[in-house]
């Protein structure tokens, strides 16, 4: 089983691989969260509540991104992983769940993130994940007609 210092890494990996270039606007925490059919990853902005304005500057607001323990199988290609991870990087990049500036409407606008993806050369990562979907689909499919 992965553990949360194999994800933590995974994250470091993929941002400095793909996103180097972004603004990291508040910190950003990964961890693994429960399994969910067709949720895989999310991303969430905690703001510190009960602090006093003045000391907000040391408590600053995290952006937390949750990773379905599904992945955390040793079964699962490291890039699906990479991909979820990747995806939720693209929304905090954009302005969604974190402190950056919102560039779009909604987080899905016009396939935005796989085309970010794309621009980043995370492509093959799209692909991997799309091709592990299909027949993640198609399992659950043949287990509920049973
Ligand atoms: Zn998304």
């Known amino acids: 089983m992965r553990s949360e210092k194999w994800l933590s890494d995974q994250l470091e990996l993929v941002l400095s691989k793909y996103f180097s270039n972004i603004k990291i606007s508040n910190p950003i925490e990964i961890k ?3 399994e969910a059919k067709y949720r895989f990853g999310s991303i969430r902005l905690i703001k510190p509540k009960g602090i006093k304005l003045l000391s907000r500057r040391s408590y600053p607001q995290k952006s937390v991104i949750t990773i379905t323990s599904m992945f955390r199988s040793e079964g699962i ?3 699906v992983v990479n ?3 990747c995806h939720e990087l693209c929304h905090y990049a954009h302005g969604f769940s974190s402190a950056n500036k919102k560039l779009f409407r909604h987080p899905h606008h016009g396939g935005v993130v796989n085309r970010e ?3 980043r050369g ?3 990562l799209i692909g991997e994940f799309k091709k592990w ?3 993640y689909r198609s399992e659950i ?3 509920s007609r049973r």
């Open 32 to 34: 693994w969260g429960r």
């Open 77 to 79: 290609s490291e890039k």
């Open 83 to 85: 991909y979820t991870i």
């Open 117 to 119: 993806l794309t621009e």
């Open 122 to 124: 995370a492509g093959d």
């Open 133 to 135: 979907l299909k027949t």
């Open 141 to 143: 499919l043949k287990n």
